[in-house]
């Protein structure tokens, strides 16, 4: 809703803006678009079955509505048996533009935060097999748990570190920041060029190897080094 619209313009009242809790404040971020870039660490593109060196990375996008944030559980979603967890670090664009240069491109980042790209595995393999669009297996409800959003002020720009999942105290996923073939300042260079960038823009910056399967009643615990730990439970 802008300045200029009150409910009463509307034929319904709109559904409310998704938004992040903001570490150490009670101020959210507001989501207006999610962009995950895919294949971005080179060990999980072999396990996918594709060649790092010949592939670079691409992009797709979450509904903003798919934010899940901390301290809620993830409701197991319809129409799969394949669910799986995708660790990432996420950058939060407090502004945007076109056309960024990589050397401003850390200038857009408002914070970080870790976030799940949760993929139905079987819908998005039955897509690529099909040459199909990818929205059933990554745009569901509940795809996208988060942490809160960490300023740059407080955790920098973390280019190095560990990134790791355990489900039920077992280490499923682990890498290093420093893996990331598309670096974070390269990434929001590419996707200014294909999309105007805006603040409230999220980007899933993708993840290590190790992606699998989770269950109703397993417990995720994600981290992301210098930046957050989360928790989330399927339910
Ligand atoms: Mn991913």
Redesign the pocket.
């Known amino acids: 809703m802008n300045d200029m619209t009150k409910v009463a313009d509307y034929v319904f009242v709109p559904e409310p803006t998704p938004t992040i809790p903001v570490a150490g404040s009670d101020k959210l971020f507001p989501v207006r678009r999610i962009y995950?870039?895919?294949r971005?660490f080179a060990e999980?593109a072999i396990e996918m079955g594709h060649d790092p060196d010949k592939e670079p990375p691409f992009f797709f996008q979450k509904n903003p509505d798919s934010i899940v944030p901390p301290g809620k559980d993830v409701p197991y979603p319809t129409e799969t048996s394949d669910l799986h967890h995708?660790i990432?670090l996420v950058v939060a664009l407090k502004s945007g533009g076109t056309d960024i240069a990589p050397e401003d491109a850390l200038d857009h980042v408002y914070g970080y935060g870790v976030g799940l790209?949760m993929?139905r595995r079987d819908l998005q393999g039955q897509a690529k097999k099909m040459g199909r669009p990818w929205e059933t297996g990554?745009s569901f409800e509940a795809s996208a748990p988060c942490s809160a959003i960490h300023p740059v002020s407080e955790v920098g720009h973390p280019a190095q570190g560990a990134i790791r999942v355990s489900v039920n105290g077992e280490l499923r996923q682990e890498g290093d920041l420093n893996q990331m073939i598309w670096k974070v300042p390269e990434m929001i260079a590419y996707l200014s060029r294909l999309f105007e960038l805006r603040p409230g823009d999220v980007i899933?910056a993708?993840?290590p190897a190790g992606?699998g399967k989770v269950e109703r009643g397993d417990v995720m615990t994600g981290h992301v080094e210098g930046v957050d730990e989360i928790t989330f439970r399927i339910v």
């Open positions: 995950c870039v895919g971005n999980h995708e990432e790209d993929t990554k899933f993708g993840t992606v």
